[in-house]
């Protein structure tokens, strides 16, 4: 008996973080998009690469960074580099050895998202959360994964 409770603790556990993080999603999606015309997955993207070495990498690493795949990365990158915050260094021998770079308006625009989100991020109740234990819940969900 106690199993079961157990298994729908975890369970109840794990579809209010999931439900927790799309509401956090949906608002920071809703501030980049409204203020600056970026969505959250693109945000996403800005960052990993500017948090890669020379702010350049490949597609699959940035998919890796972020969660989709590399088709999916290459799909969303494509509006990025029609506005010039992004371009594409080809690989001559291979397309999928082709760094995306972020340009010197792609860092502005990182700016000014990551203003917004810490904007939004202020308005959360963290205090409320022991860090410690948050921090080592998703350390042990991270080695599993």
Do not use: H
Not at 4 to 20: G, P, Q, V
């Amino acid at each position: 008996m106690n199993t079961l409770n157990d298994a729908e603790a975890r369970k109840s556990l794990a579809f209010e973080l999931l439900d927790a993080a799309g509401y956090l999603e949906r608002r920071l999606d809703r501030a980049l998009s409204t203020i600056r015309g970026l969505s959250f997955s693109e945000y996403r993207l800005l960052r990993a690469l500017a948090l890669a070495p020379d702010a350049r990498a490949m597609r699959v690493d940035l998919a890796q960074a972020v969660g989709l795949t590399p088709s999916a990365v290459t799909r969303a990158l494509k509006p990025l580099e029609k506005l010039c915050y992004v371009e594409t260094l080809k690989s001559d021998r291979d397309a999928r050895r082709s760094l995306a770079c972020l340009t010197e308006s792609g860092r502005e625009l990182l700016s000014d998202a990551e203003g917004i989100a810490r904007d939004v991020l202020s308005t959360l109740p963290i205090e409320l959360l022991a860090e410690a234990g948050l921090d080592g819940f998703l350390r042990k969900v991270g080695e599993r994964l």
